[in-house]
């Protein structure tokens, strides 16, 4: 069903307003009468009928209006996408620049040494390869945004066990989390079903917790839990680490908003990582807030629940 414009819905509703009040006066008779009869006098009839054209008047005038303020809207709306796609095409350049400048500069520099120590030669390539990884996983983040803004009528939707992936991103991250020194506590019940995609289910968890594994800090817990609502799962991704600024907080979740940039490459990190979150939230049927109070970052979202039991 096609949704209706702002313009519509105002003259739909101005219309059912004058529509209410046309029915009351047929019934009624400016509220006189108990019960429908016809009207006594030929001056009834004159109001009710210059009524109507003032109705007929008053909504033509109104549906142009309407069509004017949809244009208006569109056109308001489809520049600030075009402005957000400009910005967007440029951090994509920018984020691009810098791992393409790397393997470039690194590949080059071996093609014109030729006598250049095997352990040279070695550092170089290593070097080569952590920048094209870094490239493809920028790649695959804004691959995966795509998908989500353009097509997601085209991601499967099914039951999907959130207690048994969340096991599984936690075994994935047991080196990660040993060479920090941290503890992960997850409190989750058995059998959370939610109906969603796996794919971007996985994304969630796993951008938050190697969110947390980069920046919580050494020696820090991180902790997971969830509560059942009437329609929705609501999950808690809390970590005790250094946390952020309040000024740093609305902005988490744009994308390739960094609060370190200089940090946050180092540790291979995208910028897109919290924005899948959110937008894959939403495309679930839920939203996502953060906090932070300077001793940890606590992740607050809700997905809806499988039909199935």
């Given at each position: 069903m096609k949704k209706l414009t702002e313009g519509k819905k105002m003259w739909m509703s101005v219309m059912g307003v004058f529509l209410a009040y046309a029915l009351i006066f047929i019934l009624f008779e400016d509220y006189d009468r108990q019960f429908l009869q016809a009207f006594d006098e030929v001056s009834d009839w004159h109001l009710l009928i210059f009524s109507i054209a003032v109705m007929l008047l008053l909504g033509v005038l109104l549906y142009h209006y309407a069509r004017r303020m949809d244009e208006r809207i569109s056109r308001e709306q489809a520049e600030k996408e075009n402005a957000m796609r400009r910005q967007l095409?440029?951090?994509?350049?920018?984020?691009?620049?810098?791992?393409?400048?790397?393997?470039?500069?690194?590949?080059?520099?071996?093609?014109?040494?030729?006598?250049?120590?095997?352990?040279?030669?070695?550092?170089?390539?290593?070097?080569?390869?952590?920048?094209?990884?870094?490239?493809?996983?920028?790649?695959?983040?804004?691959?995966?945004?795509?998908?989500?803004?353009?097509?997601?009528?085209?991601?499967?939707?099914?039951?999907?066990?959130?207690?048994?992936?969340?096991?599984?991103?936690?075994?994935?991250?047991?080196?990660?989390?040993?060479?920090?020194?941290m503890k992960v506590l997850n409190c989750l019940p058995e059998d959370i079903c939610?109906?969603?995609?796996?794919?971007?289910?996985?994304?969630?968890?796993?951008?938050?917790?190697?969110?947390?594994?980069?920046?919580?800090?050494?020696?820090?817990?991180?902790?997971?839990?969830?509560?059942?609502?009437?329609?929705?799962w609501a999950f808690t991704f809390r970590d005790n680490g250094i946390g952020i600024s309040a000024a740093h907080l609305p902005r988490i979740f744009e994308r390739f908003y960094r609060i370190d940039k200089g940090r946050s490459r180092s540790l291979g990190g995208t910028g897109l990582g919290l924005a899948i979150v959110k937008n894959a939230v939403q495309l679930h049927g839920g939203h996502i807030t953060a906090t932070s109070n300077n001793t940890g970052l606590c992740f607050n979202f809700t997905l809806k629940k499988s039909a199935e039991r």
């Open positions: 095409t440029q951090n994509i350049a920018h984020e691009l620049k810098t791992p393409v400048a790397s393997i470039l500069g690194y590949t080059d520099t071996i093609l014109d040494n030729p006598g250049m120590t095997e352990q040279t030669r070695q550092q170089f390539i290593v070097r080569t390869n952590a920048q094209a990884r870094r490239l493809t996983a920028l790649l695959q983040d804004i691959s995966t945004l795509n998908r989500m803004d353009y097509a997601p009528e085209m991601l499967t939707m099914e039951r999907v066990d959130v207690s048994a992936l969340v096991a599984d991103i936690i075994e994935e991250t047991t080196l990660a989390v040993g060479e920090k020194q939610v109906k969603g995609n796996w794919s971007l289910l996985y994304s969630i968890f796993r951008n938050l917790m190697d969110n947390a594994i980069n920046y919580a800090g050494e020696g820090t817990t991180i902790s997971i839990t969830a509560e059942e609502q009437p329609q929705h």
